[in-house]
Antibody, heavy 115, light 107 residues
């Protein structure tokens, strides 16, 4: 079955760009939609956005000006870039398969924004 | 944007109890409602889609109902592994705004 694994720096400085990659195994990224969701420590879930294998994407308006989600079909990966980060962007970031319902999820990776 | 309000925000119950969690949408979303279970330090697990359809492998003690603006998640007989936080999520339109969560704790 499909499995997802997030990777990337665990610490990012304020005003810099957060970059994460999700590696998909057990299935091709050339199908379905692929999403990013985050969860600040001790808080609820926030949908960031998704990308379709065709390349079309949809972002949360609250983050849209700072977010880019992209695909690398040669590596069966998709990526998240979030620019101009602040402490409010500190969260566990999850990648997941799906557009309107998310299953499965990666294990999540904690990204801390701090100088 | 569709806003989701879950109640209660926390709930204490015992093994074997029947519990119900409610999720209310700020506008009608037909049956476009998903439920997730999250245990501490783990990713959420997809439980129910379309308000009432169980995802494959989910025990039958879980059930969902509702349409329009009011939805419920019911666990018919709590098991020790069910103590977790539950989130609802509308799948009607973007942005997908999750409910704030209901933490189910052992009494």
């Amino acid at each position: 079955q499909v499995q997802l694994q997030e990777s990337g720096p665990g610490l990012v400085k304020p005003s810099e760009t957060l970059s994460l990659t999700c590696t998909v195994s057990g299935g091709s990224i050339r199908s379905y939609h692929w999403s990013w969701i985050r969860q600040p420590p001790g808080k609820g879930l926030e949908w960031i956005g998704y990308i379709h294998h065709s390349g079309s994407s949809n972002y949360n308006p609250s983050l849209k000006s700072r977010v880019t989600i992209s695909l690398d079909t040669s590596k069966n990966q998709f990526s998240l870039k979030l620019s101009s980060v602040t402490a409010a962007d500190t969260a566990v970031y999850y990648c997941a398969k799906g557009r309107d319902g998310f299953d499965p999820w990666g294990q999540g990776t904690l990204v801390t924004v701090s100088s | 944007d569709i806003q989701m309000t879950q109640s209660p925000s926390s709930l204490s119950a015992s093994v074997g109890d029947r519990v119900t969690i409610t999720c209310r949408a700020s506008q009608s979303i037909s049956s476009y409602l998903n439920w997730y279970q999250q245990k501490p330090g783990k990713a959420p697990k997809f439980l129910i889609y379309g308000a009432s359809s169980l995802q494959s492998g989910v025990p039958s003690r879980f059930s969902g109902s509702g349409s329009g603006t009011l939805f419920t998640l019911t666990i018919s007989s709590l098991q020790p592994e069910d103590f977790a936080t539950y989130y609802c999520q509308p799948s009607y339109s973007t942005p997908h705004t999750f409910g704030q969560g209901t933490k189910l704790e052992i009494k």
